[in-house]
């Protein structure tokens, strides 16, 4: 029985990594900064994302607010760009 349980628990642990969301890149193409908040379950963040910055892997399945300017729902999206204080997906 014990043999059974150590193998189910190693057999999980291997596919868990394996079906998490990839998180988000984020691509300021504006000439100014930005600051962040980012909220994911029940963690709360800021980062700055420099002029022409690239942020990778910020978040999947979050909240950001760009502060001052808008708040979006990140899913499961690659790459997003901010422009004039707006998130939206990359093209």
Do not use: H, W
Request: glycine share 6%.
């Amino acid at each position: 029985m014990k043999k059974n349980i150590y193998f189910g628990a190693v057999l999980l642990a291997s596919v868990v990594p394996a079906v998490s969301a990839n998180a988000a890149d984020v691509r300021n193409i504006d000439a100014k900064p930005y600051t962040l908040i980012v909220k994911n379950g029940t963690e709360t963040f800021k980062t700055v994302i420099d002029p022409q910055g690239f942020i990778r892997n910020l978040c999947s399945d979050c909240t950001v607010e760009v502060e001052g300017y808008s708040i979006s729902d990140i899913g499961n999206v690659p790459t997003l760009q901010l422009t004039n204080g707006v998130l939206v997906e990359a093209d």
